[in-house]
């Protein structure tokens, strides 16, 4: 059976409820006045702190709704993390673009690029009647002449001296040095 409760467990109810409705109102209380100061401008809500009746909750929101409209933002700070970002960014996209094993290949086949261009022939137009000696497929030398307006293949050697190459056919190409002053570059 169920004992009646004494009268020490009576009043020890009626102090816990007693409590909680004091905390409840506390609880009230502060939140209104909390909404109260924060209406105020920030500078007169710094006096909010010294209220007693704000429970440090509401101190704490105070605090923090203070500290969001007193602090400007730091836009030189935010534009020097983007750009460190930035710059982290481009290094890490470079790096493999710059390791020795993409960069030696890159560099060797724009040397291969370049003596490709400088030993390929060129289109020229000749200025002027050129006379020149060839040997014809059997070894005998043929003297003949090339006409002026003729457009022909010139390739530039090292040593700067223009030549032509004409193919004979048991014998290969020959080539014929022209001088520089009876060509002019076609378009």
């Known amino acids: 059976m169920a004992r ?7 009043r020890l109810k009626v102090a816990q409820d007693d409590a909680r ?11 209104a006045r909390l909404s109260e100061i924060r209406r105020l401008p920030p500078s007169e809500r710094i006096a909010g702190f010294d209220d007693p009746a704000l429970t ?6 105070l605090r923090r709704s203070i500290k969001k409209e007193l602090v400007r933002p730091r836009w030189r700070a935010h534009l020097r993390r983007s750009r460190l ?4 960014l481009m290094a890490g ?8 094993e993409v960069t030696l290949p890159a560099a060797m086949f724009v040397v291969w690029l370049f003596i490709a261009w400088s030993h390929s022939a060129h289109i020229a137009i000749l200025t002027r009647s050129v006379p020149i000696r060839m040997l014809d497929e059997y070894g005998n030398s043929i003297d003949a002449a090339l006409p002026s307006g003729r457009r022909i293949i010139v390739r530039v050697g090292w040593d700067g001296v223009y030549r032509l190459r004409h193919w004979i056919p048991k014998n290969g190409y020959e080539t014929v040095a022209i001088p520089d002053d009876a ?3 076609a378009p």
């Open 56 to 61: 440090p909750e509401d101190k704490a929101a």
């Open 93 to 100: 996209l470079l790096r493999p673009v710059l390791s020795l």
């Open 183 to 185: 060509i002019e570059w």
């Open 4 to 10: 009646p409760p004494t009268v020490v467990e009576t």
């Open 85 to 88: 970002r930035g710059t982290r």
């Open 21 to 31: 409705g004091a905390t409840e109102r506390v609880r009230r209380i502060s939140a």
